[in-house]
């Protein structure tokens, strides 16, 4: 097909030719086109269809206001939905689908509900479909959502990548029209520090559109040529493609640049788009103004469209919607329209301007007090009707109808803080307010100043007040200043049909019945018809809704409501507010110092926050991970085994008041612990709940190592920063967390001594004498590497705790691993340390659930009474010391095959199931291969008192129940001989 | 947002962790004869007003001091921003 | 005036001429048995309950704004009853069934769907923590299900299950669950209490309360005093103000949340979505939209509007749980003003003041709440006791230590 | 002396090197690090202390100094002494001496990966990777922000080197985020 609908001129590269698809037909076009005017040129007016109605659809605008002429840009698993045919940059190999229909775009079945219209009235879902109520779910809503939505995803992985960006500047100018473009040489040419972005692929805004020259140049060469110094400035940054999407606190501006939208396939390793961060101390807002359009019957019939979009299609694009155009207008713009149209050899049939005094032309007619009354053409508009001032009608046969009603200044970034614009009467409409976002003015159309020179003289004036410039400025090109010429007019009497919002079918009678319903505050109008709430948030409809319900109220404007805008000014693919941090880079990832050999080992890895633990080591044999974890424990608790506790959070402390603070922070006392000693330590939340747990090892009076969960590193660093300098500013301590400086490594079972005995190095004594359960100490190993040696345990057997430097890490655990192999060393993961845990009735996360206190956890008594600590005043109120409050206790079946379900909820032997006699709940639980049966933790009412008791534990999700013994938490060693051996 | 940092000037708000309403640095005595009734309402009792409000951020991903920012909740401008350290000895608070 | 299809197609024959407002717009009587402050959902609810199921036909609801504005028109729709704790889930549940009779009772259609909701989790942590929950949702006669990867995989194929850094091992949920047209359930409860002769008085701010003698006679509003025997007040995000006229100090932050919908896009999504291991939950409307949101922005503030990072770290929760929306397009963002609580847990209750009443502090889970809360309001104003599913929210509990703390993250309102 | 082979933190033995669009960026275990934290009240005696051990004047809030032993700032009154590795691995045990009763003296060697970058445009990726002002970033800045959710420490070594600092567990993330910054903004 050729581009038979091509003008001379534009700025178009007419020796490149290339090919794109639409609705699987190719079609040529040229770079510097858009997908709207490469569909254009080659006679295409049909591109969509409506939400509601499945009405017809072609393009309305030339820009991103775009309501109608949406597709799906291209295919598999880079299809887009709802994207603007007017952004879409060509590019060879373009492919486009039309979408809302079935089974094609020119015959859609849906287009039945045109004519069912009526019934389909605003709101009408709310008055209806329900009865009988179960039909919601099974027939009405399923039919509904099929129905509605618009284009449609591919359902497959988004495969681009995104990335997030920073920038600072003094002076931010949104948009590179006229007084963007000149606000931009002021400050730049003054050295002020500059962003200059735009949405377009093109800078010039209007400029690129009209046909009038700025100085003795073309507008659009006079646009080149500011582009083309700005870019030679250094303090000067040209951001095209990208969008500035919305004003936030602080002058912190979002902006997305499309770095790779204009081309077939991104190279490797290039983001598709940018999301920028723009810090500014100043932004001046250039974003030009929106035509709006006036409603009539029939206004929404493909062909019809604004006057300035077919200015901007004639003249930046060389395109004419039709060979046959009309005009529609209530003020001068709409006439540039059609001389350009005229100068360009176009046939214009007439200009119809509302206004008796409409000013004549001799080069076509010009029909004055005229009204657009109705419209013809199925699939494409065919005929116009007018009617006279003299009650006759005429009927024009045309292709396209350009339709002016005056301009709407682009006032959005002023909104989104909350900011109101006013009414401007010579308007007739809204511009910015007084209360702007902090830093932000407003120049040009964006501030009602329409013509040329004035928005030149805005631009500059505006750069001067933000970067309060002073002393020579550049002198002003000279340019058109016609004042604006207009009369207020929004629709034509007695139309029924007359569309507003033109993708959700919204027509002036739904206005009414929204008024006659009493939807009548903006807000209401908006939500009962979705009057705005498509894809162009009523970019081009919100206004002259406005105004018709100002009419129908009898009120003004302004009285009626103002209509603000909220971001992203243009909408934006959920996946650059996403950036990198998707698939496995959603949240980085914490290595463990043993995790390269553990790999080696074949172990399973398990999250633990951002961090991967090796969960179980299983050995080829083992077919199941029962096998593995009963193997680990077993063999541990039999001879040695050796687990990476490095996630461990671990804070330096020290200072002479070290063991002060650590008294305020703990529940329990530390100021008498002994140097070389560690003590384990409930640290409480200011509410008296239990936060966190660890030790705290003392390696000499001012100085302490502190062990936090693994899940608490960061919010106990944090609290323990907050008591240090908020609570007791004066304390002589310093914090600082070593979680990573050291490789920790638990070794446990009875051999644990033998087998440290063997890298310890000699001068080092570790016997049960010379280091004690509970002891620590700074020693060396395998020949003079300093360590750290802690005599802990979390399994309740003879244990150490043995740190070296994170580098080390590795070659330490391939020694304990050779030379424990006379002892059968295991390494064991964290299944096996949560099964031996459970066994020694050691609370962990499940129990420290941010809801128990130290009562709960059966640990009242250390709550030290004679110091003041963190949480012991709170933990005090009188339900988190009644008598029946929950205990932790041990869970067992009474019959060793049943199993333990953590989760579940524990019921007297007999009386009813139901929330009302709860007694409590599972929090962890394990099968136990030294018991050789499932077992449990849990909190019970009153538990202390309950030892023996056979209860229900129940859990219905998962259709259990089991009778269970309640029994002492310490299943293994509750002496405590082992860990003392 | 931005916070404007007394030791390290400007700096994004999402460096930072909130607390909340720096009353929390008037943690009460212990050994007050009301000090349970003291402690409750210091615990969760707010003013929260509509407009200026001293509050409590963490430096987290920065040089770790605790700031209270005084700021206009429902302007968001920020008019004033301290080391909390400095704030909670002028408030008397020591050891 | 009664809706119905056929209401509907004979309205469509003679020009929709017979449709009436939905509410009247009276003018303020000197005088009401009850006043409700706040326009929203929940006092429209309380409206509606007092007016239909308590008798109280001599009540005003009186509204700053334009009824409907607060956060019943600014929340992701989510209905459910999926919660934990004995104070919370016979409320919840109290709520669903309310929900699931609401069109019938209000002769409105709300679009109530009970689509189903899935929490998905990714550790055995997590998982036993659902059990608990699960559990305690059927013991208080509410539904749930455990399903295990592969189960979750076949209802959402979509989701990313070969590429996630942290990998979902299952999901709780709840069919019952669901979503529904939130506007249209505040014009319901409006259309339904005004029919019942409640007064709902639009642009009428409140700007004191009238105590005399620790008894609150009325409300000074912007069109004058209007003299009651009761004020309850149900202003959830404004809380703290409103009560600060009554010198009451709470156990409350007003907080931002912010939420998101995309374009409209054929159907994809076929339940309630939450992300176990980011901030991320999200739905479809039945216009096609992906309605969603994560966490609050969690500084102090009473502007309706929210900030950067939020949106990244909402998005990126939903790209990594869901690639295949990646190309989906945002389309706007808004916040409302939450009332975060200290153990997110709301209240309901008395107040120091006699003849004052409160209703607040619902966090981001006031709209599914909306019937209950409005029923259980009604029934503290009527009756001047709590209603058996509410009494748990009380205002001094945190004075005798029995918080209702889902998340047990203590009293730090922005974590909740 | 101990016979434990190290690893670097992306688990090699030989440090990772990449060179992308002519920048260079290397892994960098060589280095040792210890952080001095002022003692209340002593704050003075530190800053002279720290002095003479750098041979040159402690540095201020937002910048480092000194050769071949460096500090950089990294709180209120406190800094992060840097020197090679082969010749200080000990580094906190020789730096604690000369600060005395003065600071808290904490190893930190191991406690981070290091990166650096060398070629121009290196403010091209560091725009993709923190938030910091780079038109302020001079040589002998340092800065910490969050890369990639990751804490850093960003030093400006001269116009065309810089040293990244972020946590040993995560160094495999950083190494990925900056990789990536590379390959999209060179």
Redesign the interface.
């Known amino acids: 097909m050729t581009q038979n609908n091509r003008l001379s001129g534009g700025q178009i590269d007419r020796n490149t030719t290339v090919n794109f698809r639409f609705d699987n037909r190719s079609y040529t076009a040229h770079p510097g086109d858009t997908l709207a005017s490469a569909l254009l040129a080659n006679d295409v007016r049909l591109i969509g269809r409506s939400?509601k109605y499945h009405r017809p659809r072609g393009l309305l605008t030339a820009g991103s206001e775009e309501p109608n002429g949406i597709v799906e840009l291209r295919a598999g698993n880079?299809?887009?939905?709802?994207t603007r045919a007017t952004t879409i940059e060509m590019f060879d190999g373009l492919e486009a689908q039309s979408q809302n229909c079935w089974p094609s775009l020119k015959f859609d079945a849906l287009g039945v509900n045109d004519l069912f219209s009526?019934?389909l009235?605003a709101g009408?879902?709310?008055?209806?479909?329900?009865?009988p109520?179960a039909f919601?779910?099974k027939v009405y809503?399923p039919i509904?959502?099929?129905a509605?939505?618009?284009?449609?995803?591919?359902?497959?992985?988004?495969p681009?990548e995104y990335d997030?960006g920073f920038r600072h500047c003094d002076l931010l100018i949104i948009g590179a029209g006229p007084s963007g473009l000149m606000a931009a040489l002021t400050a730049g040419r003054a050295g002020a520090d500059v962003i200059l972005a735009d949405e377009d692929f093109r800078f010039g805004g209007r400029l690129n559109s009209e046909s009038f020259s700025v100085d003795d140049q073309s507008a659009s060469d006079w646009a080149a040529q500011a582009v083309a110094e700005l870019s030679s400035m250094p303090n000067v940054r040209l951001m095209t493609r990208t969008t500035v999407i919305?004003a936030?606190?602080h002058g912190?501006y979002?902006a997305v640049e499309r770095t790779g939208d204009h081309v077939a396939t991104l190279p490797a390793g290039k983001p598709r788009q940018i999301?920028w961060?723009i810090y500014t101390k100043k932004a001046l807002l250039c974003a030009g103004a929106t035509e709006r359009p006036i409603a009539f019957e029939n206004n929404d019939r493909p062909g019809i469209m604004m006057a300035s979009a077919l200015r901007t299609y004639a003249n930046r694009f060389a395109v004419t919607a039709s060979q046959r155009v009309a005009i529609f207008t209530n003020n001068d713009d709409g006439h540039r329209t059609a001389a350009d149209l005229h100068a360009k050899g176009v046939h214009i049939c007439a200009v119809v301007d509302v206004r008796e005094d409409a000013p004549v032309n001799y080069d076509y007619e010009v029909l004055r007090g005229a009204q657009v009354v109705n419209t013809k053409g199925r699939l494409g508009l065919t005929f116009v009707e007018v009617a006279l001032p003299d009650g006759s009608t005429r009927t024009l046969e045309c292709g396209a109808l350009g339709v002016s009603g005056g301009w709407n200044p682009n006032v959005h970034l002023t909104c989104?803080?909350?900011g109101r614009p006013v009414w401007n009467d010579d308007l007739a409409a809204f511009v910015p307010g007084s209360n702007l976002p902090v830093g932000l003015t407003v120049a040009g159309a964006a501030n009602g100043v329409m013509s040329t020179q004035g928005a030149l003289q805005s631009g500059m004036d505006g750069a001067v007040e933000a970067m309060e410039l002073s002393g020579k400025l550049p002198d002003l090109p000279e340019a058109e200043d016609a004042a604006v010429s207009q009369k207020p007019f929004w629709y034509v009497e007695g139309c029924k049909r007359a569309w507003l919002d033109q993708q959700n079918d919204v027509t002036v009678?739904d206005v009414k019945?929204s008024y006659?319903?009493?939807?009548r505050?903006v807000?209401?109008l908006k939500?009962?018809t979705?009057l705005g709430?498509?894809?162009d948030?009523g970019k081009t409809s919100n206004i002259s809704a406005l105004a018709i319900m100002a009419e129908v109220a009898g009120k003004s404007i302004p009285e009626t409501g103002t209509t603000i805008f909220?971001?992203?000014y243009t909408?934006?693919?959920?996946?650059?507010?996403?950036?990198r941090?998707?698939?496995?880079?959603?949240?980085p990832?914490r290595l463990t110092p043993s995790h390269y050999w553990a790999k080696e080992r074949g172990a399973v890895f398990?999250?633990?926050g951002n961090w991967l633990r090796a969960q179980w080591f299983p050995l080829p044999s083992e077919t199941h991970w029962r096998e593995s974890v009963d193997r680990e424990v077993r063999q541990t608790r039999a001879s040695v085994g050796v687990c990476d506790c490095t996630t461990l959070g671990k804070i330096d402390v020290q200072g002479t008041d070290a063991a002060a603070f650590l008294n305020r922070v703990y529940a329990n006392g530390f100021a008498k612990l002994a140097v070389g000693k560690t003590r384990y330590g409930l640290m409480l939340?200011?509410?008296?709940?239990a936060m966190d747990d660890g030790t705290a090892a003392r390696l000499a009076e001012d100085h302490f190592v502190v062990t936090t969960t693994t899940a608490n590193a960061v919010s106990v660093y944090r609290h323990m920063e907050f008591v240090r300098q908020c609570l007791f500013p004066d304390m002589d301590v310093q914090l600082i967390s070593t979680t990573e400086s050291w490789a920790q490594y638990a070794v446990a079972g009875p051999n644990s001594r033998k087998l440290l005995q063997k890298i310890v190095d000699p001068e080092f004594d570790i016997s049960n004498e010379a280091f004690p359960f509970m002891g620590c100490g700074n020693i060396t190993v395998c020949g003079g590497l300093r360590a750290r040696l802690f005599r802990i345990s979390f399994s309740g057997e003879l244990a150490f705790e043995i740190a070296v430097p994170s580098r080390y890490g590795d070659a330490l655990m391939r020694r304990l691993m050779t030379e424990g192999e006379e002892f059968g060393v295991v390494p064991y993961g964290t299944e096996a340390l949560g099964v031996m845990r459970i066994e020694k009735g050691h609370a962990a996360?499940?129990e420290l659930?941010?809801?128990t206190t130290a009562l709960n956890l059966g640990m009242g008594k250390m709550v030290s009474k004679k110091k003041d600590s963190i949480g012991s005043i709170?933990s005090e109120?009188?339900?988190?010391v009644e008598p029946d409050v929950l205990r932790m206790v041990g869970i067992k079946p009474v019959s060793s095959e049943e199993k333990i379900?953590?989760?579940?909820?524990l019921m007297n032997s007999t009386g009813p199931?139901?929330?009302a006699h709860?007694q409590g709940?599972?929090?962890?639980?394990a099968y136990s291969p030294i018991l050789n049966s499932s077992i449990g933790l849990g909190f019970l009412k009153d538990g202390a008192n309950r030892m023996g008791e056979k209860m229900r534990l129940?859990?219905?999700?998962?259709d259990l129940t089991v009778e269970v013994e309640i029994v002492s938490a310490h299943f293994v060693d509750p002496e405590g001989d082992r860990l003392r051996a | 947002?931005i916070i404007n940092h007394p030791l390290l000037g400007p700096r994004?708000?999402?460096e930072f962790t909130?607390?909340?309403?720096a009353s929390l640095i008037n943690r009460p005595d212990w050994q007050a004869d009301n000090a349970a009734?003291a402690f409750?309402e210091y615990?969760?009792?707010?003013?929260?007003?509509?407009g200026k409000?001293q509050?409590l951020w963490f430096h987290e991903a920065g040089d770790r001091s605790w700031l209270v920012v005084t700021?206009d909740?429902?302007?968001?401008e920020i008019s004033k921003v301290e080391l909390a350290r400095d704030v909670a000895r002028a408030r008397g608070r020591s050891k | 005036m009664r809706?119905?299809?056929f209401?509907?197609?004979k309205?469509?024959?003679t020009g929709?001429k017979g449709?009436?407002?939905?509410?009247r717009?009276p003018e303020p009587k000197d005088h009401y048995d009850i006043i409700v402050i706040g326009g929203g959902g929940h006092g429209l609810a309380t409206a509606h309950y007092l007016s239909k199921v308590y008798g109280q036909r001599n009540v005003a609801v009186v509204e700053k704004?334009?009824i409907?504005?607060g956060n019943v028109?600014r929340n992701t729709t989510i209905v459910r009853s999926n919660y934990m704790l004995?104070g919370n889930?016979?409320f919840y549940e109290f709520s669903m069934k309310l929900w699931?009779?609401l069109?019938?009772d209000l002769?409105?259609?709300?679009?109530?769907?009970?689509?189903g909701i899935i929490n998905l989790f990714?550790?055995d942590?997590q998982?036993?923590?659902?059990?608990?929950?699960?559990?305690?949702?059927?013991?208080?006669g509410a539904d749930?299900?455990?399903l295990d990867a592969e189960h979750v995989r076949k209802e959402h194929p979509?989701l990313?299950f070969d590429?996630?850094?942290?990998?979902i091992k299952g999901g709780l949920v709840q069919r019952r669950g669901g979503t529904a047209?939130h506007?249209?359930v505040a014009?319901?409860f409006a259309r339904s209490a005004d029919s019942h002769g409640v007064d709902i008085i639009?642009n009428c701010e409140v700007t004191g309360l009238r105590i005399e003698n620790g008894k609150c006679l009325g409300i000074e509003t912007s069109k004058g005093f209007i003299g009651a025997n009761k004020v309850g007040c149900a202003v959830a995000g404004?809380s703290?103000?409103v009560m600060g006229m009554a010198g009451m100090?709470?156990?409350?932050?007003?907080h931002v949340l912010q939420a998101f919908v995309?374009?409209?896009?054929?159907?994809?999504l076929p339940s309630v979505i939450t992300y176990g291991?980011?901030h991320f939950y999200v739905s479809?409307s039945?216009?096609?939209g992906l309605v969603f949101g994560g966490d609050i922005d969690?500084?102090?503030?009473?502007?309706?509007?929210g900030?950067?990072?939020v949106?990244?770290d909402?998005?990126?929760?939903?790209?990594?749980l869901m690639?295949?929306?990646?190309?989906?397009?945002?389309?706007?963002?808004?916040g409302g003003v939450m009332d975060m609580s200290?153990d997110g847990s709301p209240i309901i209750d008395r107040t120091p003041v006699e003849g004052l009443y409160f209703n607040g502090g619902w966090c981001y889970g006031g709209f599914k709440a909306t019937p209950a809360s409005g029923h259980c309001f009604a029934h503290l104003l009527a009756k001047d006791e709590p209603h058996p599913t509410a009494t748990a929210y009380r205002l001094d509990r945190?004075?005798?230590?029995?918080?209702i703390?889902e998340?047990?993250?203590?009293?730090?309102?922005?974590l909740h | 002396m101990h016979d434990l082979v190290a690893i670097t933190a992306l688990g090699g033995v030989e440090p990772r090197v990449d060179t992308i669009g002519g920048v260079t960026c290397t892994e960098v275990p060589g280095v040792a690090l210890a952080s001095v934290a002022a003692r209340i009240g002593q704050e003075t005696k530190a800053t002279k202390a720290l002095a003479k051990l750098i041979g040159v004047p402690a540095p201020g809030i937002g910048q480092h100094a000194g050769d071949p032993v460096t500090a950089f700032w990294a709180g209120p009154d406190q800094w992060m002494i840097e020197a090679p590795f082969d010749t200080h691995e000990d580094l906190a045990d020789q730096v604690k001496p000369a600060l005395g009763d003065a600071a808290s003296v904490t190893e930190q060697t191991d406690g981070w990966t290091r990166f650096d970058l060398s070629g121009d445009q290196i403010p091209a990726v560091l725009e993709l990777l923190c938030t910091l002002d780079l038109r302020k970033i001079e040589t002998g800045s340092v800065g910490r922000c969050s890369i990639h959710h990751i804490g850093c420490f960003v030093l400006c070594r001269s116009p065309d080197e810089y040293s990244i600092y972020g946590p040993r567990s995560s160094a495999g993330s950083l190494h990925h985020a900056i990789i990536s910054a590379l390959r999209s903004a060179l």
């Not at chain 3, 995309?262 to 994809?268: A, R």
């Not at chain 3, 945190?398 to 918080?403: A, H, P, Q, V």
């Open positions: 939400f880079r299809q887009e939905p709802n009526n019934f009235s009408f879902y709310y008055k209806t479909f329900m009865w109520a919601w779910e809503e509904i959502r099929r509605a939505g618009l284009g449609s995803l591919s359902m497959e992985a988004d681009d997030k919305g936030f606190d912190i979002g999301l961060r989104h803080q909350r009678k019945l006659q319903e009493g939807f505050s807000e209401h939500r009962y979705t709430m498509a894809t948030q909220r971001p992203p909408p934006v693919p959920i996946s650059t507010f996403a950036g941090m998707k698939g496995q880079e959603f949240h990832t398990v999250e633990v939340r200011e509410d008296g709940m996360g499940n659930n941010g809801t709170l109120r009188e339900a988190l379900t953590a989760g579940g909820h199931v139901d929330a709860d709940y599972v929090t962890s639980a129940v859990s219905p999700l998962t | 947002m994004d708000a999402s909130y607390l909340g309403d009734e409750y615990g969760y009792v707010r003013d929260n007003p509509a409000h509050e700021r909740t429902t302007t968001h | 809706y119905s299809g209401r509907v197609i309205e469509a024959l929709h449709w009436k407002p939905v509410w717009d704004g334009w409907g504005g028109g004995d889930e016979p699931e009779g069109e019938q002769n409105y259609n709300a679009m109530m769907s009970q689509r990714h550790t942590g998982r036993d923590a659902y059990i608990r929950r699960g559990n305690a949702m059927i013991l208080n749930a299900e455990l979509y990313n590429d996630a850094r942290f990998p047209r506007d249209a014009w319901g639009q404004n703290g103000r100090r709470l156990p409350i932050e007003s995309s374009e409209g896009l054929k159907p994809v291991a980011g479809q039945d216009k096609g969690g500084y102090n503030t009473y502007a309706q509007r900030n950067l990072p949106v990244e909402v998005c990126e929760g939903g790209v990594s690639p295949m929306i990646g190309r989906a397009r945002l389309l706007r963002m808004w200290m945190f004075r005798t230590g029995r918080m703390d998340k047990g993250v203590g009293n730090q309102p922005n």
